[in-house]
């Protein structure tokens, strides 16, 4: 079974200070991928990205960047000199090689605070 | 390029009503989802196709929930008869095979 842990429920921080989301997950496939997705309080759900299992490289887009670690089971993300357009719910997801459901956290809620 | 259509955007209805909620995939895309979020459960996957066809329906409650899927450009989901319970985001996503999804901006439900 899959399972991907966001602990951290509601983040505020004041604008532009940095602030760590945390992913933790769960599987026994050898190939999955994991996905960062944003959704703003109007609602919709934007997709920010996808890592395989394979390529550990941490990723940098602008001021996002992302710390995977097969180690520890964690893909973590990380926003930079964070800015009130920012505030969002952020879902880390998982899925297995071939067709698997994605397995969606619960989501950590982040207040930026102008 | 168009992303995910879904519609209506916002639905409110009486119980015992029917409610179809419609989904435009990306082109080129030949894999759907509908997805359903609420507070208490977060986002379910309800049921996926694949190539028209349904591969898993699993999450789909009960058999008040039904989905269609007549081709690669157009997928309902139904409801009859809806129950306040209903009331929920219900989402479409679409991908490339088992590639990333990307949704649809939603269509919120309410029942009365």
């Known amino acids: 079974a899959q399972k991907v842990t966001q602990a951290q429920t509601e983040i505020s921080v004041v604008e532009k200070e940095d602030v760590t989301l945390d992913c933790v997950y769960e599987?026994?496939?050898?190939?999955?991928?994991l996905f960062w997705y944003k959704q703003p309080p109007s609602g919709e759900l934007v997709f920010l990205i996808r890592r395989n299992s394979f390529d550990e490289q941490n990723e940098i887009s602008g001021r996002y960047s992302w710390n995977f670690q097969k180690s520890t089971s964690s893909f973590n993300f990380t926003i930079t000199a964070s800015q009130v357009v920012d505030s969002a719910v952020y879902f880390c997801a998982l899925s297995g090689g071939g067709y698997q459901k994605v397995t969606f956290g619960t989501g950590t809620k982040l207040q930026v605070i102008p | 390029d168009a992303g995910v259509i879904q519609s209506p955007r916002h639905e409110v209805t009486e119980m015992g009503q029917e409610v179809t909620l419609r989904c435009k995939p990306i082109?080129?895309?030949?894999?759907l989802f509908w997805y359903r979020q609420t507070m208490m459960r977060g986002l379910e996957l309800l049921i996926y196709f694949n190539n028209n066809v349904p591969i898993d329906d699993s999450g789909m409650p009960e058999d008040r929930f039904s989905a269609k899927m007549p081709n690669a450009s157009f997928s309902t989901l139904k409801i009859q008869p809806s129950e306040p319970r209903d009331s929920a985001v219900y989402f479409c996503?679409?991908?490339?095979?088992?590639?990333?999804?990307?949704f649809g901006p939603g269509t919120r439900l309410t029942v009365l």
């Open positions: 599987t026994r496939d050898t190939t999955y991928y």
């Open positions: 996503a679409s991908s490339f095979e088992t590639d990333t999804q990307y």
């Open positions: 082109s080129g895309h030949n894999s």
